[in-house]
């Protein structure tokens, strides 16, 4: 392993899920109702060939998204700041988020969770959750990781 590779990060899986939870007595991570999968209602009234169902809509749904970081180093703090751009099916950006990630000299390991309660949605099909990192403000975000979520958008019922 050469100096280089002391400053990585590796980010070891990316999963969505309704809630996590902290066990404080083991530090063990639950994951609360796994999500691959969300359903849309379209307002009443809508047909298929609507107008309103080709608009981008924001709809209330609490979820998170949490990503587990290992750090190569052993001996060393590592920050990092980390961003996750949401993207629609045709590829569209619809939003980042992002902050800094440090993991202290004394773990190798970081789970990170960002927690959201509105999903903004333009079609049905799969969004994709791209978990990106960079070194510090004049370096570009690389990309470390993914999450993808299945959209249906469904008709009201008569």
Request: charged share 35%; net charge positive.
């Amino acid at each position: 392993m050469t100096r280089k590779d002391d400053d990585k990060i590796e980010l070891a899986w990316t999963i969505l899920c309704e809630k996590s939870v902290i066990d404080s007595e083991s530090n063990n991570l639950s994951l609360q109702n796994v999500i691959e999968e969300v359903q849309l209602h379209a307002p009443r009234g809508a047909k298929l060939g609507d107008e309103v169902l080709s608009k981008e809509k924001v709809a209330p749904f609490n979820f998170e998204l949490i990503t587990f970081w290992r750090k190569l180093a052993k001996d060393r703090e590592i920050s990092k700041e980390i961003q996750v751009e949401v993207f629609d099916p045709d590829g569209k950006s619809l939003g980042k988020v992002g902050g800094p990630l440090k993991i202290a000299k004394e773990h190798r390991r970081l789970r990170h969770r960002i927690r959201f309660n509105t999903i903004k949605a333009t079609i049905p099909g799969e969004y994709t959750f791209l978990v990106s990192a960079r070194e510090d403000s004049s370096g570009k975000f690389e990309i470390a990781g993914r999450a993808h979520l299945e959209v249906k958008m469904t008709l009201p019922k008569k």
